[in-house]
C-alpha cells in the first residue's frame, strides 16, 4: 500500500454555504468557513506543515496520550505527529484514519489500534467525531482532547460561558486544584492553562467584549475540558506560533481522572459539536 500523503488536503462544501479543509497530517481540521463567510478556527502563520509534526492550529488530536498524563515521553502522543489515511469522502463529510502499521509509533509501543476522524458539516453546524477501537489482545488505555483552536479578534474580549463554579487543575500551577469564580463569563487576561474536570457540556464562546458573535461547544463521551492561551511571554518561546491574540483553544479532553481503558475488541467515540449562532 502507498504511504499516507502529508500534504493531501480535503475541503469539504456544507449544505449551507460553509467550508471545511481538513489536512492528512495529524488528520488536522485547519478550516471552517460559517456561511456568513467568517474563519471559525485560527492556524499559526508560521504553523509547519509536514511528516512528523504537529500543525500549529486548527484541531490537532492529542492521542493516545493528553499533555504528559500517560506513560509516553512525547506530549500530546503521537497521532497529531502521523500522516493519516484517507477512509472516505463525500462532498459534505470526510474520515481520515490511523493504525499502528503506519503512525509514527515511540519505541517500544506494541498496541494495535484503529483511529478513525469523522469531520461532517450540517447546518451551521460542524461535527467531528474521533473513534478508537483497540485491535490488540490486551487493555488499551489512553488519554485524548481535540485540541480545537478557535479564532478569536481579540483574546482580551473573549468571553467563555458554561464553567462557572467548576473544579480545575491549574497547568500553570502543577498539582493544584481550584474552584472557578461563580462569575457567568470567564474572560481571558493573562496566561490560561486549566483543565476543567466534568465540565458541562455545553460551553459558549463569546467573540468580541459585546458578546455578538458567538459560537457553542457541545461534546459528548468528552468529560473535560482545557482551555488555554499561552499569552505574549510563553508565546515568544513558540517559534511556530504567529498571533497569541487571535485564538483561545477549547479542549474536549478525557484527561482528568482515570484513562479510558479499551478492552480487546472495543470501540469509543467521543465528538464535539461547534455551532455558529452569529
Ligand atoms: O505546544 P503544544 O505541545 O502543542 O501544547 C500546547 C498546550 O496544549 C494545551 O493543551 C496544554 O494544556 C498546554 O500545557 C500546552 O502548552
Given at each position: ?199 458541562p457540556d455545553r460551553?459558549v464562546l463569546e ?72
Amino acid at each position: 500500500m502507498a504511504s499516507p500523503n502529508p500534504l493531501l488536503v480535503v475541503e469539504l462544501q456544507g449544505p449551507d454555504g460553509s467550508s471545511a479543509k481538513i489536512h492528512a497530517q495529524g488528520a488536522t481540521l485547519t478550516s471552517w468557513i460559517t456561511p456568513d463567510g467568517v474563519e471559525r478556527l485560527f492556524v499559526s502563520s508560521k504553523a509547519k506543515y509536514q511528516a512528523g509534526s504537529a500543525i500549529r492550529g486548527g484541531v490537532p488530536i492529542c492521542w493516545p496520550q493528553f499533555a504528559m498524563r500517560g506513560p509516553l515521553t512525547q506530549q500530546h502522543g503521537f497521532a497529531r505527529t502521523s500522516t493519516w489515511t484517507l477512509a472516505s469522502c463525500e462532498s459534505a463529510s470526510v474520515v481520515f484514519s490511523l493504525d499502528e502499521t503506519s503512525a509514527a509509533l515511540p519505541a517500544g509501543w506494541t498496541s494495535a489500534f484503529h483511529l478513525e476522524m469523522e469531520v461532517r458539516l450540517g447546518h451551521e453546524t460542524m461535527t467531528q467525531e474521533l473513534r478508537v477501537t483497540n485491535r490488540g489482545d490486551s487493555n488499551l488505555p489512553f488519554t485524548t482532547a481535540l485540541h480545537t483552536y478557535l479564532a478569536v479578534r481579540d483574546i482580551r474580549a473573549t468571553g467563555l460561558r458554561g464553567l462557572r463554579a467548576l473544579l480545575y487543575q491549574d497547568n500553570t500551577r502543577p498539582g493544584q486544584a481550584l474552584t472557578e469564580e461563580e462569575e457567568e463569563v470567564v474572560r481571558i487576561q493573562s496566561e490560561v492553562d486549566r483543565l476543567y474536570v466534568q465540565a458541562p457540556d455545553r460551553l459558549v464562546l463569546e467573540d468580541g467584549a459585546d458578546g455578538r458573535r458567538t459560537l457553542t461547544l457541545a461534546k459528548q463521551g468528552f468529560p473535560d475540558v482545557v482551555v488555554w492561551n499561552p499569552d505574549g511571554a510563553k508565546a515568544s518561546g513558540m517559534a511556530d506560533l504567529s498571533d497569541w491574540h487571535g485564538f483561545l483553544c477549547i479542549e474536549v479532553a478525557h484527561a482528568a481522572r482515570d484513562p479510558v481503558i479499551l478492552k480487546p475488541g472495543e470501540t469509543w467515540a467521543g465528538r464535539q459539536i461547534l455551532g455558529a449562532e452569529g
